[in-house]
T-cell receptor, first 115, second 116 residues
């Protein structure tokens, strides 16, 4: 079975450029999460979708960050304009949430470097 | 407020030693879930175990075992007869049923190095 798929795996860009990260959740899962991992802050939730609807975006750092989930099999996280402090590993995770929090399965991550 | 503390930043052991990774959590919810994830040097996050707050039975899976104690708000993870392949960063995480369901609150992680 295919796990969570993320692309690209690595992205190097210059400050000010737009960056788009992509995620395909596990088929049948109804919840999708975007996390960011840095040395300073560890793993932190950016945004969470349930049935394609954003439920909690309180972790999105600022207006430069936006996320969409146009259908059950695809989500994007966009940073525009990017800044060096956005350099991090971005993980997408998905789960099947019915009665309560269920196990989140993570993609391999996208390592973003903003110069 | 919810919080997960992994006080051990780094642990180094020699192969075949047993090692316990500590996890202490804080929550006001009576219903919650606890998780352990492994992050090997390759970087992916691998799910190890999920436990709900009503199930305090200890769990064993091969060389791995988990000890959940609500009285001390701890969910510790023990690796028996450690192997070099166990070298990784291990994260403990908490998810509450109320509020933003599914939001995983992670600890800072414990880096385990197993030397041959």
């Amino acid at each position: 079975d295919a796990g969570v798929i993320q692309s690209p795996r690595h992205e190097v860009t210059e400050m000010g450029q737009e960056v788009t990260l992509r995620c395909k959740p596990i088929s049948g899962h109804n919840s999708l999460f975007w996390y960011r991992q840095t040395m300073m802050r560890g793993l932190e939730l950016l945004i969470y979708f349930n049935n394609n609807v954003p439920i909690d975006d309180s972790g999105m750092p600022e207006d430069r960050f936006s996320a969409k989930m146009p259908n059950a099999s695809f989500s994007t996280l966009k940073i525009q304009p990017s800044e060096p402090r956005d350099s991090a590993v971005y993980f997408c995770a998905s789960s099947l949430q019915l009665a309560g929090p269920d196990t989140q399965y993570f993609g391999p991550g996208t390592r973003l470097t903003v110069l | 407020a919810q919080k997960v503390t992994q006080a051990q930043t780094e642990i180094s052991v020699v192969e075949k030693e047993d090692v316990t990774l500590d996890c202490v959590y804080e929550t006001r919810d009576t219903t919650y879930y606890l998780f352990w994830y492994k992050q090997p040097p390759s970087g992916e996050l691998v799910f190890l175990i999920r436990r709900n707050s009503f199930d305090e039975q200890n769990e064993i899976s091969g060389r791995y075992s988990w000890n959940f104690q609500k009285s001390t708000s701890s969910f510790n993870f023990t690796i028996t007869a450690s192997q070099v392949v166990d070298s990784a960063v291990y994260f403990c995480a908490l998810s509450e049923v109320g509020g933003s369901q599914g939001n995983l609150i992670f600890g800072k992680g414990t880096k385990l190095s197993v030397k041959p």
